[in-house]
């Protein structure tokens, strides 16, 4: 059985709609999507944002529970150049899988491999990137992954980190990120998301097409997800 964890259902629509047999569930009070790929069991998670939210989630996700390997996935924000919208980061500083010992259909893959860092708040300057790049090495940012990669080895579950580009240097969000997402309720507050762009119409393009970049990562990590699935084993 294969463990999943997406941050928000707005990052694993698109490959929900891989699994078949889907239904939803709940265990331990938090809730599960469970499917299959081929003859594998897939059980999906959707952890929240930040620390607190992900941490209690994930406990309860893997109490009692026996899972093959775990993917930590979702997007992230780019922190250097090269990084572009929709690319894909396999982060080697919390990947316990080495892929590249593993099926070449995977290691051949389109894939950056860096550091990835979990940080406490979105960022949403580019000059701020820029410096957690300098004193951080780290090549892209969630707010996440850490948290996983701790339970994972707190259970002896072998961890793969794969995520998609949703925003870089050049292309970052649309709008203050206090206005895209509530961190304390996990949702994003649309009163105030329209109230906001009602007064900054000049933004609305960048909104359209911060929905078009962010569509564009979903559909190829949620592809990329299927082939590591098809090719890797425990």
């Known amino acids: 059985m294969i463990a999943v964890t997406f941050a928000l259902p707005t990052e694993s629509s698109e490959f929900l709609r891989h699994l078949w047999n889907r239904t939803g569930t709940e265990r331990n009070g938090v809730k599960i999507v469970r499917g299959k790929i081929d003859d594998q069991i897939i059980e999906v998670l959707h952890t929240g944002v930040g620390e607190k939210v992900c941490r209690e989630r994930v406990a309860k996700f893997l109490q009692d529970q026996q899972f093959d390997f775990l993917i930590s996935t979702g997007f992230a924000g780019a922190l250097k150049e090269e990084l572009q919208v929709a690319d894909l980061l396999l982060a080697k500083n919390f990947s316990t899988i080495d892929v590249n010992d593993k099926r070449s259909s995977f290691s051949s893959l389109p894939i950056h491999e860096g550091k990835l860092l979990t940080v406490s708040a979105l960022i949403d300057s580019s000059e701020k990137r820029r410096e957690v790049a300098r004193t951080s090495s780290a090549i892209a940012v969630d707010m996440e ?58 933004r609305v393009p960048r909104l359209i097409q911060f929905a078009r970049r962010i569509a564009r990562a979903r559909k190829v990590l949620a592809t990329a997800l299927v082939t590591v699935m098809r090719s890797i084993e425990p």
């Open 145 to 202: 992954t850490e948290f996983v990669a701790r339970a994972c080895a707190e259970h002896g579950i072998p961890l793969l980190s794969l995520r998609a580009i949703s925003d870089t240097l050049e292309k970052p969000f649309p709008a203050p990120t206090k206005v895209l997402f509530d961190i304390d309720q996990q949702r994003t507050r649309f009163a105030m998301l329209a109230t906001y762009f009602l007064a900054h119409p000049h």
